[in-house]
């Protein structure tokens, strides 16, 4: 689902993206998956990625930053970073994200987690993308990102 929404002090408005999963795991292992680097880089990317080549450094405090890196398939060089902005845990990630190779193109990721029985419900919300080009790539590239993660969680 694609949206358009007001942007935040600081960044242009653009285009969004809104997804959502059921995972079968409590809010605090999701949690976990996303702030610990040793859980991320065993599922991140979509599926083009070459999972071994993941690497993840994250110092998840409001303020600090995290940068993640992995080869895909043909065999090109990915780097993305950013800085937290929000961390309420077990329920609420804030972070900036810019690719290496464009880092002017800042957008805003939000990952909301709301427990649902013994699972949790994932909402993701990615805004002021650079345009509907850099949207669908991020849409198709989240798909494929939260298919992993459900996998990971069974």
Same mark, same amino acid.
């Given at each position: 689902m694609a949206s358009q929404s007001a942007a935040? *002090?600081? %960044?242009? *408005?653009?285009? #969004? %993206?809104? %997804?959502a999963r059921r995972l079968n795991a409590p809010p605090e292992r999701v949690y976990a *998956?996303?702030? /610990?680097? +040793? #859980?991320l880089i065993r599922w991140f990317g979509p599926a083009m990625? $070459? +999972?071994?080549s993941v690497r993840a450094e994250i110092d998840p405090r409001?303020?600090?930053?995290?940068? !993640? #890196?992995f080869d895909n398939d043909r065999g090109e060089h990915h780097e993305i970073g950013g800085a937290y902005? &929000?961390?309420?845990?077990h329920s609420r990630i804030v972070f900036s994200w810019a690719w290496h190779a464009m880092p002017e193109r800042q957008s %805003?990721? =939000?990952?909301?987690? $709301?427990? /649902?029985? *013994?699972?949790?419900?994932?909402?993701?919300?990615? &805004?002021q993308l650079f345009d509907d080009a850099a949207r669908d790539a991020h849409e198709h590239?989240? !798909?494929? =990102?939260l298919d992993k993660l459900e996998r990971h969680f069974g």
């Open positions: 935040p *002090a600081g %960044l242009a *408005a653009g285009p #969004s %993206l809104t %997804l *998956a996303w702030t /610990d680097p +040793q #859980s990625v $070459k +999972q071994e409001v303020g600090g930053r995290y940068r !993640i #890196s902005r &929000e961390l309420l845990p %805003l990721v =939000t990952v909301m987690l $709301k427990r /649902d029985g *013994a699972g949790t419900l994932l909402t993701l919300h990615h &805004e590239g989240w !798909i494929g =990102t």
